[in-house]
């Protein structure tokens, strides 16, 4: 039997809003997925180590406090450092869509916007790494 | 009812249940926004036992289900408050001055997360945060700005601040002193609700029993010296953002309402000296009705504990003032515009129930922060109800609706029933410990997203009513890279300008208050007048108190 897809829930930087990142957790749980919530508060740096750590095939990223031309591109830049640039990168949260495309230009796989049905993301998510695991 | 009409009525009912029964119905949801059974017709049965005097009484009068206040909105509108702060303290004051000039009556001010968790905006964990999602604020003198050429002895001013909540209270009491207005001229109010954000909104600082002597303290001093403040601002808003049901909301909000007069209590206050400035904030959701008897709820129950179990004596001490804001939750990112009149039915929820002052949400929230255009819509929308809808002319109209009085109670007896769950856990304190509230919400939350996605509830433009290929055309509002380096030069440029023996002295003398059991506040205050910034402050009262930790669970 294939191995389960082990995803990364992650909230980076100082917001607290975590209504969508724990809906999404349970929501992939229910999928039949692996699912690590990081907590609150965290920082690039903890967020890649929890993904090497935890071997995850897929980190999700929410955040909704504006910083995430920031946070996204300095998580990527850490797996990559920690040789784990396979580990591949979704997110969501309060992103215009102008900084949509540029983190997918970046290599984010997707950014999932507000009103996303979570059975759209379960699907993206089996369709596009379930071969990674 | 008397005799005959009593028959009649019975009649007709049996009647009009079989015409009911007897009639195919649509298969759509009929619960409310929080999943509760509604009745298909309200009659006499559903307020059996009814008491006027006893459950609704007159406005201003005990147990204030019809209004705080005699005269309501014949006396005054409820203060037109838009929450707001983007960027640097200078860019926000630019805002302020135009919503002022635009007929907005108080101030409320939005902080970027680094001022909400106690970081300088030159923090490593700044990065990438700063002036992102409401102003940066450093340190005395970005208030000083932020408040450029707005008088402090007549404007109100909300600050949605919590655990750093002592900090930007004294910035803002100094920027007054420094131009002669008197601490006890000063009006307005800090959210300063700690418990909430350990159960919905997560920004938090230090564990809770230094956050509730913090609190406590901040209410010693207030009442004492700066007496028209709100010292805490009991906040449902964001339960309710996180998922919450209105009646969890309404239960959550109130426990820890009372937790906060116990905790005064305890701390040796006379509950009559500091539970007249407490005050709510609530959210106005979608449905229409239980939102309005959810406020008139709150005012009953408030009433009735303040002066039953917490023994207060003075009036003022039994009235549940409140805040509104619109339910930043139900807009959505497909066609913006339908935001507005979402808003709009829930501003109208609001002012039915009899809100004190409201924040009418911009279109474009679920996007980035507002742009101008939006935020006058907003702040339109208000002025139409106040000016054009005439509901303003009667003070709590929908009172004696069957329905309405039915909910208002049913809303109370299952508040109740979470407050005794609630003590049966010890205490608010415990429960949030115990991960109690934030399991509630999140099985509340996670219930309606099922309920959207499987089309049992439908909202406009995301699961009905869709356009194919839509493209955003609104204008938003962008923040300059540029501020987080303009931001991080100037607060560094304050700790090189100010004396910095005296800062030091004053930093020591704050670490020693807070290991002893002295008042916060002074001392915080002499931090503030020799520039020491917030995360000075925070760093060393952390050094004392500590940090909280949340286990992650989902």
Redesign the interface.
């Known amino acids: 039997m294939a191995r389960k897809i082990r995803v990364l829930?992650a909230k980076p930087?100082?917001?607290?809003?975590?209504?969508g990142?724990?809906?999404v957790?349970?929501?992939l749980k229910d999928a039949g997925m692996e699912?690590i919530?990081?907590?609150?508060?965290q920082?690039p740096e903890m967020i890649a180590e929890s993904a090497v750590q935890e071997d995850v095939d897929v980190v999700g990223l929410s955040i909704?406090?504006?910083?995430h031309?920031?946070?996204f591109p300095r998580i990527m830049e850490l797996l990559r450092e920690k040789g784990a640039g396979d580990i591949k990168i979704v997110g969501g949260g309060?992103i215009?869509?102008e900084d949509v495309g540029k983190l997918e230009s970046m290599g984010v796989a997707k950014v999932f916007?507000?009103?996303t049905?979570?059975?759209e993301i379960v699907d993206f998510i089996e369709k596009n790494f379930q071969h990674a695991a | 009812m008397k005799k005959g009409a009593r028959s009649e009525f019975e009649k007709g009912k049996r009647q009009w249940e079989l015409s009911f029964e007897s009639e195919p119905v649509q298969d759509v949801d009929f619960t409310t926004v929080s999943a509760e059974s509604v009745d298909p017709l309200y009659d006499p049965d559903h307020i059996e036992g009814f008491d006027y005097c006893r459950d609704l009484g007159f406005p201003g009068e005990y147990p204030f289900t019809r209004g705080v206040y005699p005269t309501m909105y014949r006396g005054r509108f409820w203060t037109m408050r838009q929450f707001s702060g983007f960027g640097t303290a200078r860019d926000t004051n630019g805002r302020y001055h135009y919503l002022l000039d635009h007929g907005q009556t108080g101030l409320s001010v939005a902080f970027d997360m680094p001022t909400i968790m106690g970081y300088d905006s030159d923090h490593p964990r700044a990065e990438g945060e700063v002036g992102r999602c409401g102003v940066a604020i450093d340190s005395l003198r970005d208030v000083e700005i932020l408040f450029d050429g707005i008088d402090l002895a007549k404007i109100t001013t909300s600050m949605t601040i919590n655990a750093p909540a002592s900090i930007l209270l004294a910035f803002y009491l100094c920027t007054g002193e420094k131009r002669g207005v008197r601490f006890d001229q000063m009006g307005g109010t800090i959210q300063n609700d700690i418990l909430k954000e350990y159960i919905a909104q997560k920004s938090w600082i230090f564990p809770p029993e230094p956050s509730m002597r913090i609190i406590t303290d901040i209410m010693a001093f207030c009442s004492n010296r700066v007496p028209r403040w709100n010292t805490i601002s009991i906040s449902g808003y964001h339960i309710r953002e996180a998922g919450s049901t209105a009646v969890q909301e309404l239960a959550f909000t109130l426990a820890d309402g009372f937790a906060y007069v116990e905790a005064g209590i305890r701390a040796g206050l006379d509950v009559d000296d500091f539970a007249p400035r407490l005050s709510f904030f609530f959210n106005a959701h979608l449905d229409f009705f239980e939102e309005i008897a959810k406020y008139r709820a709150a005012r009953r129950i408030w009433a009735k504990r303040m002066r039953d179990t917490y023994g207060a004596k003075d009036p003022r001490s039994w009235l549940c003032r409140f805040h509104t804001q619109t339910a930043g939750c139900s807009l959505t990112a497909q066609q913006p515009e339908n935001n507005i009149v979402r808003t709009a039915f829930q501003a109208l929820s609001a002012v039915l129930g009899g809100t004190q002052s409201l924040h009418t949400n911009s279109m474009d929230e679920t996007l980035a922060l507002p742009s101008e255009k939006a935020v006058r819509i907003a702040l339109r929308t208000q002025q139409l109800i106040a000016h054009e809808t005439g509901v303003v002319n009667t003070i709590d109209p929908l009172a004696g609706s069957y329905f309405i009085e039915a909910k208002t109670r049913e809303l109370e007896e299952k508040a109740e029933e979470y407050f005794r769950r609630v003590d049966e856990l010890g205490g608010v304190v415990k429960a949030i410990e115990a991960g109690f509230f934030q399991r509630e919400i999140g099985r509340s939350a996670y219930e309606y997203q099922k309920a959207v996605e499987r089309e049992r509830k439908i909202v406009v433009g995301v699961n009905r009513f869709q356009l194919e290929d839509e493209k955003i055309d609104i204008p938003l509002l962008k923040i300059d890279p540029q501020t987080e380096i303009e931001q991080r030069n100037a607060v560094r440029k304050v700790r090189a300008d100010r004396d910095n023996d005296k800062a030091a002295r004053e930093l020591a003398r704050l670490k020693t208050a807070a290991a002893s059991e002295d008042n916060l506040m002074p001392v915080i205050l002499d931090c503030a007048r020799c520039y020491c910034t917030e995360g000075e402050i925070i760093e060393t009262l952390k050094e004392v108190f500590g940090e909280y930790q949340e286990p992650p669970i989902f």
Request: proline share 5%; net charge negative; glycine share 16%.
């Open positions: 829930i930087g100082l917001d607290g809003h975590d209504r990142a724990k809906v957790a349970n929501a699912v919530y990081t907590g609150l508060h920082t909704l406090s504006g910083a031309m920031t946070m309060i215009p869509e916007g507000p009103g049905d979570t059975r």
